[in-house]
């Protein structure tokens, strides 16, 4: 078994997802030992039946993928998934808050979503969707705020823009996740996602966390991949 295995998300977030689709989706999981299923909130209860009881799972929350909804859709979209089984919440931020410098409002979003999911034993995943930030301290400071107000992880992109992970990205986002563990002793999650292709794109991600805080620091609970094009060279 390839060692980046137990680090993806397998996840199939397409417009004709179908229970067939997921199911097998759950059964390829399960047979190469990969950290999660992500799926539309539609296919929980899908994967909670073709699943072990344990096995996580992930699901898109926050207007996926725009994050152009209101705070208290993305609480009722969080609480719904939640309570039909979702062990982790995947939200996509609403952009034009980092763009716009309303950073309060950044700061509400992703604390009130993670307090809920906090509230269920439940992680939530913040993505700040690198492609549509401008710049690099746009990503810098998204970042920080997710990480402040709560978030487990921030993760990359939805894997929907134009541009997705990429190595400058990640290593910014790395950098915050390094000072924000220098600063409060706590290693929070790291997840790139969108357009990783090749077993060597993956590994450049790995070798970023492993290079920040050391092999064997570096594990499922806070390190994911969204590759699952990658999975059957695996």
Known sequence: MSHLLPFIDL??????????????????????????VCVFPTFINTCKKYLPKDFPVA????????????????????????????????????????LSGEIDALRDEVSTLANICHEHRAKLKTIIEVGELS????????????????????????????????????????????AFHENNGELRGFKPAGGIKTKEQAQGYLDLMINAFGEDRVTPANFRIGASSLVSQL
């Open 135 to 178: 710049n690099d301290d746009n990503i810098a400071l998204a970042s920080k705020v997710a990480l402040e107000s709560g978030s487990d992880f921030i993760k990359t992109s939805t894997g929907k823009a134009s541009i997705n992970a990429n190595i400058k990205a990640a290593s910014i986002m790395v950098n915050e996740l390094k």
């Open 59 to 98: 699901t898109v929350v926050g207007g996926f993928p725009h994050g152009q909804v209101s705070l208290e859709v993305k609480k009722l979209e969080t609480k719904m998934a939640i309570d039909l089984g979702a062990n982790e919440i995947d939200m996509v931020i609403n952009r034009s808050f980092v």
């Open 11 to 36: 996840t199939t977030l397409s417009g004709d997802d179908s229970q067939n689709c997921v199911k097998k989706l759950c059964q390829k999981a399960i047979e190469k030992g990969v950290a999660a």
